[in-house]
């Protein structure tokens, strides 16, 4: 079961009490809707590692691992760091998730009672850009709280607590440690979980080992090219704290895992035809939602307007950039099973967030009539469907998750130390 809001925030006050000479309290901040933004910061080490919680509001399981990671922490197992715990970022977002996390841990069950804010309502995606065309500076009061941390503590070691829907764990790393590659796909594979070895949000990135890439540049982002106007989003925590030399981690663990996703065996298809046919079945699978959104009326205050609107403004974007990459591609390079569950994940993702967000808009909008709504559960009720028949699910999703995103944040941060230790060993005295 994944803790809500105000259990986390109470159970990181908790350990503020049970160790006083060790942890201290923070506010940071507020959010839009007033909610505190506090901070816990354990020990008194020179150097400072900063752990965010719920970067992303339908990524709640980071709750737990700050659970999880604060009690290691407490019992001594800092690796010579001052280590400061952001619980929730986004709690406004996250409460509206909240309806998910005590399970069952079904692909139906978690859609009914998703919700993803509008790329522009998210803290973790309106960090400033100024790269020369690329620019943006509308962040949201959590991102500000967030930048002041930043800017304040001049981290060593950023953290922020991703999880994932479809697919395998994967991790990302702003620069090469050496070993620490292999050590986190072999802590990922440890726990049964197979490694991702195509991602679709990893398209292009270095590969530092399997099921690891290395983060690109702070100036990389796409939204300048693929908004078509107005920027509405920036950029995230890694490319702003990249200015102060930060190392980043970023593990992604699913709830279900896709088959073949760590295999690299032709799976008897082009990559032309791959990608026509992820573009057709994007297409064909939130054909009914847009249909049926255009019958809604226009956006109100609701966050799920503004969601739901977003998530098919990403998928029109999505579609026509695989069809651009369709024409480019060839039509013999064969394609991996990996490849193929990466853009099968994607496309699940997509069409499963639309119809259930979409669903749950329809609750705040009686005037659209039954028929709409009966036809808006049964799109959701058949992706679902499907879904479940193409993943799979674990017995413990949540442990697995918290395990691996908890050694691998000590695991970093060790390796990060012995880094440091032997730069300073080389340096002429």
């Known amino acids: 079961m994944i803790p809500t809001v105000d ?3 109470a159970k990181l006050r908790e350990i503020c009490v049970l160790y006083p000479d060790l942890c201290r309290t923070r506010r940071i901040g507020y959010s839009r809707l007033g909610e505190p933004l506090d901070m816990l910061s354990i020990g008194d080490g020179r150097e400072h590692a900063l752990v965010i919680g719920g ?19 407490c019992e001594g197992e800092r690796h010579g760091f001052t280590w400061h715990l952001i619980g929730c970022v986004d709690p406004d977002g996250a409460r509206l998730n909240e309806g998910w996390y005590s399970g069952p841990f079904t692909v139906a069950h978690h859609h009914r009672h998703f919700y993803r804010p509008a790329l522009a309502d998210q803290p973790e995606w ?21 930048m002041r941390v930043i800017d304040d503590l001049r981290p060593a070691f950023l953290f922020s607590l991703h999880n994932a829907d479809f697919g395998g764990a994967y991790f990302q790393i702003s620069r090469p440690l050496p070993g620490l590659a292999g050590e986190l796909a072999a802590l990922a594979v440890s726990h049964g979980v197979p490694l991702d070895l195509a991602p679709i949000d990893t398209v292009g990135y270095e590969v530092a080992g399997p ?14 090219d693929s ?37 690299r065996a032709p799976a008897g298809v082009s990559e032309r035809r791959l990608l026509e046919e992820a573009t057709v079945r994007l297409r064909h699978e939130i054909a009914p939602i847009a249909r049926l959104r255009e019958a809604t009326g226009p956006a109100v205050t609701s966050p799920f307007h503004a969601a739901v609107d977003d998530t098919l403004d990403v998928c029109d974007r999505l579609i026509a950039a695989m069809k651009r990459a369709a024409l480019q591609a060839t039509a013999t390079r064969p394609v991996s099973r990996a490849e193929v569950g990466g853009i099968r994940d994607t496309v699940r993702r ?42 799979v699910t674990p017995d413990d999703p949540l442990t697995r998750i918290v395990e691996i995103q908890t050694r691998a944040a000590l695991i970093s941060a060790a390796h990060l130390r012995a880094t440091v230790r032997r730069a300073a ?3 002429p005295s």
Not at 55 to 73: C, D, I, Q, S, Y
Not at 129 to 146: I, M
Not at 211 to 224: C, H, M, N, Q
């Open 7 to 9: 259990v986390v925030a």
């Open 55 to 73: 970067p992303h509001a339908n990524e709640p399981v980071g709750f737990l691992t700050v659970l999880r990671l604060a009690k290691l922490l």
């Open 126 to 146: 309106t960090f400033p850009v100024d790269a020369g065309a690329k620019r943006f500076n509308r962040p949201l009061p959590e991102t500000r709280a967030l």
């Open 211 to 224: 099921g690891v890439t290395l983060l690109p540049s702070a100036d990389w982002t796409d939204f300048a």
């Open 227 to 263: 908004c078509g106007g107005e920027p509405t989003y920036g950029a995230s925590s890694w490319q702003y704290a990249d200015r102060h030399g930060t190392f980043t981690l970023i593990a992604e663990v699913p709830l279900w895992t896709s088959p073949g996703c760590d295999d």
């Open 350 to 391: 997509l069409s499963l967030r639309t119809a259930g967000m979409f669903v749950r808009l329809l609750e705040e909008e009686p005037a659209a009539g039954l028929a709409v709504h009966m036809e808006a559960r049964a799109v959701l009720h058949r992706l679902s469907a499907a879904a479940q028949t193409e993943v």
């Open 425 to 427: 060993r080389t340096i």
